[in-house]
């Protein structure tokens, strides 16, 4: 699925700039420990080999071990990833591709995306392998 992202994405590049940089959203070392892999920086990963651009896994961490989302109505999202991000650098100027796996409120990637711009990214985008209907 991964590879198939990566090729539609590809094609969007073709009439506007290129991001400078891939971020993978984030897992809680512990959530990370217990699945054995982040599925977001694989999805990036797939995503960088196909369009040539950079995946950056180390400049964002999550800070707190939140409930899953999935698990969550619509209405407590947003506060379960309210402040949980950190970014350990500027991002001045840098247009950024946010990656993630499933987007159903759009809590996480918001999150992710409002710290981004106070670091000083120029452009955010999303790249997502779904969109789910909200619960």
Known sequence: MSQVLAKKY????????????LLPVPLHKNRLKLRGFNQAAEIAQVVSDVCHIKTNTRAC??????????????????????????????????RIAIVDDV????STVTALAELLRQKGASSIEVIALARTPRR
């Open 61 to 94: 961490s999550r800070s707190k071990d939140t409930a899953d989302q999935k698990s969550l109505p619509a209405h407590l999202r947003k506060d379960n990833v309210a402040q949980v991000f950190r970014l350990n650098r500027n991002f001045n100027g840098y």
């Open 10 to 21: 590809k094609a969007t590049l073709v009439n506007r700039p290129t991001p400078h940089l």
């Open 103 to 106: 987007i159903t409120t759009g």
